[in-house]
């Protein structure tokens, strides 16, 4: 630890929040919700980043996933143009929770892979976001081991005069790079008890351009030169007219949401919440370059329409027996993904669909006494997963079967926890103890009803598992504007359908089968942060940690009946299964500096390192992969009465390919034979609000129009972009 502790003083820099140009800086007046109940910043340990919906609307991001990305904070991969998927402390995908409005987003077919899930989340209705760094699995349970993404939408308002209430939103929104055109509407009607919200969002996003300054010694890297249309009806290869246009990439998606509020007392709020979204076929982009025998392999390869549905009811009482608050909140959500591919010059069309139905229940009270507050919460998740396939021939429309990316029989994968968190304020406020427990039990059951494909030497899965995690640390102000944390807490994560039971062949012509002896992953992490305030204009903070990552579940090579390679979709291919690994470590440190100029000018930075490695018997170490380089975000801002001007720089260094994981999910045929190189951007953005209702907002996004790829990325970044939008708000 004391390398992490020597890193963060050296680089002397603070981590806090995207909220760092908002009033709401002092740690005094910070409200989050991480703690399932509001509380305020200074009373929690785990390192927490806000950002405000003020700051959501400045930086104006096409989507959730850009949103995340733009911070500087948080590493987000990309496979496609739809897609967007983060990583906190090297861990991605199902090892990250995502939750929006108290419910998790995670279920059964999470894969450990990159996935796009965030972006079904409408940014534009977002009151806040959270993001929370180490494990939160004594308050959210399984999955959360390197952190959570914790999205909430706005609520409905009542009439504060008692008479009904009517306010709008428009949003209209141009980014050039992709021709990107999106359009946001709410409206609140609110009465004395009772408050009606209703939002619209369509965003219509065409073939994507990337930069054209490129490395000097990757002239090609990223370009699109040929691409597979069918003309007279047969897939022919093309030449690109524009080989900076990333063609087959376009995509439109709307979202929608409704709330109702009903307020009898001031003691009681019922609220039903209505989400969803959807979307056209999404190019697989990254698999649309792979190339066989010389030529583009896939004719086709598209995600169907990503449909999120959501249905909740949340009670929230103040006052009631032991508790001092209360919140009840029971779910629904639907989830449908499906998957399809297409060999050039073959008329077999393959489609996998998946079909999610998620029932989800929370019970969390709090209570205070003297210097105590204590959190007692019980929750459950029901999934139920349907797979099906199929093989359609394009030219006859006959229909045939096909292996399942999941079993085709029933498969259920079931949740339980009951968890206790506490807060403890000692010496007038100076030190403050977090610590809490959470007991959860997992249950997984799969059926295969069609055996005939591979023949696998069993035709059910079934596990049940049991873990107890905690967390505990402390929280030290010496004096006004100086803080100390430090704390341990562990994280669970229970293999779900996607890890046990998936087939599926993976972009480096590996077949992945199912293994169902994989046990649960766990990690142990500890954290040390510090943050200091120099004089009135200057903060800084850093935070270290150091994790403990046990069972890490990775593929590695397996056999099926015996075979370490199979025939598979015309080729010999070798055998993969996910596999616990035994042991893995990270290691790293995230910091940044907020200094305000003047009363209008101010500077922030940050930056984050990462460091992972796999440990096995008798083998040396290896790279542990999702791991990001070394990345950041540095910007100055000026804010006045009527507008306000960012500029800003993005930037990564570079992956090496030594640091790459061959079989796991760092992509390296995605990158140039060394690896990817680092990167930056540099961008202006500026907004201007002529009368109170109506606010304009322009910027260049990559003004030197760069060509890169974020790492483990198949999707080369956009080029020179140019946004503008107008925001009317009645």
């Keep these: 630890m004391k390398y992490i502790a020597g890193l963060c003083l050296a680089l002397g820099l603070l981590q806090d929040t995207y909220a760092q140009n908002d009033t709401t800086r002092n740690m005094d007046e910070v409200v989050l919700y991480s703690n399932k109940f509001a509380e305020r910043k200074k009373y929690i340990v785990q390192k927490v980043d806000l950002i405000t919906a003020q700051r959501i609307a400045e930086v104006n991001a096409p989507t959730m996933a850009e949103l995340l990305q733009n911070s500087g904070q948080v590493f987000v991969q990309k496979s ?139 002239p090609n890297f990223g370009r699109r030169s040929q691409y597979i249309t069918r003309i007279g009806g047969i897939d022919s290869i093309v030449k690109n007219s524009d080989d900076r246009i990333q063609r087959n990439s376009a995509y439109r998606q709307w979202d929608l949401m409704q709330k109702l509020l009903f307020r009898p007392s001031e003691r009681v709020n019922h609220t039903l919440n209505l989400q969803w979204s959807s979307s056209t076929d999404i190019p697989r982009y990254d698999r649309l370059q792979d190339v066989r025998n010389g030529a583009l392999r896939w004719a086709q390869w598209y995600y169907g329409p990503q449909e999120r549905g959501l249905a909740a009811y949340e009670l929230n009482v103040a006052k009631l027996g032991f508790f001092d608050n209360l919140r009840l909140n029971a779910s629904y959500q639907h989830i449908e993904e499906s998957r399809h591919q297409r060999a050039y010059r073959s008329n077999n069309l393959d489609n996998r669909l998946e079909e999610v139905n998620v029932g989800n229940f929370t019970l969390d009270g709090k209570k205070f006494w003297q210097q105590h507050e204590l959190t007692l919460g019980l929750d459950a998740q029901l999934n139920g997963v349907n797979s099906k396939a199929n093989r359609t021939d394009i030219a006859t429309g006959v229909r045939t079967k096909l292996d399942a990316r999941y079993p085709d029989g029933q498969n259920t994968m079931n949740y339980y926890g009951a968890y206790a968190q506490h807060l403890w304020k000692l010496g007038g406020g100076k030190w403050v103890i977090n610590d809490g427990l959470r007991l959860q039990a997992v249950s997984l059951r799969s059926q295969i009803n069609d055996n005939s494909f591979f023949n696998l030497p069993f035709n059910s899965i079934e596990q049940d598992n049991l873990a107890l995690t905690g967390n505990i640390g402390a929280a030290y102000t010496p004096r006004a504007g100086s803080r ?112 305000d100029f003047t009363q209008a000018l101010s500077f922030f930075s940050t930056l984050t390192y990462t460091y992972g490695r796999l440990q096995q018997p008798g083998k040396s170490e290896t790279p542990l992969d999702h791991i990001p380089p070394v990345y950041g975000r540095t910007s100055i801002r000026y804010a006045a009465a009527k507008w306000k001007a960012e500029a800003f720089a993005l930037y990564n260094g570079w992956k090496k390919i030594r640091d790459y994981n061959s079989s796991g999910e760092d992509n390296q045929q995605y990158a140039t034979p060394e690896g990817m190189p680092s990167w930056y951007t540099l961008n202006l953005n500026a907004s201007w609000s002529p009368v109170s209702f109506v606010t304009l907002q322009a910027g260049v996004e990559n003004i030197l129009d760069r060509n890169y790829r974020v790492f483990a990325s198949g999707f080369s970044a956009p080029g020179r972009n140019v946004v503008v939008s107008v925001r009317v708000k009645i």
């Design 80 to 218: 496609q143009m739809g897609g967007g998927s983060p990583v906190l402390r090297g861990f991605e995908a199902s090892r990250i929770l995502l939750v929006v409005d108290g419910i998790r987003m995670n279920n059964a077919i999470y894969r450990a892979g990159h996935h796009q899930y965030l972006i079904t989340v409408d940014q534009n209705m977002l009151d806040r976001v959270e993001v929370l760094y180490g494990p939160a699995s004594t308050l959210y349970g399984s999955d959360a081991l390197g952190g959570a993404v914790l999205m909430r939408t706005r609520q409905p308002q009542l009439s504060v005069s008692g008479k009904t209430s009517f306010n709008a939103n428009t949003l209209i929104r141009y980014g050039s790079a992709a021709n990107e055109r999106t359009v946001h509407t709410d409206f609140n009607v609110g009465g004395r008890k009772w408050a009606w919200l209703q939002s619209y969002t369509v965003s219509d996003f065409g073939d994507l351009r990337m930069g054209d300054h490129y490395p000097d010694k990757y």
């Design 484 to 595: 100390i944390t430090a704390s341990l807490a562990s994280g669970f994560r229970s293999p779900n359908v996607d890890d046990l039971v998936r087939i599926f062949e993976s972009g480096n012509n590996q077949l992945i089968v199912p293994n169902k002896d994989i046990d649960p992953e766990y990690t142990y992490t500890a954290d040390l942060g510090f943050a200091q305030q120099l004089g009135s204009a200057v903060k800084i903070e850093a935070n270290g940690f150091y994790t403990w990552f046990r069972n890490a579940i990775a593929l590695a090579p397996f056999s099926l009946n015996g075979q370490s390679q199979v025939q598979y979709n015309g080729a010999l291919v070798p055998v993969f299964a996910n596999q616990n690994v035994n042991k893995a470590y990270l290691y790293g440190a995230q910091a940044s500096v907020t200094a």
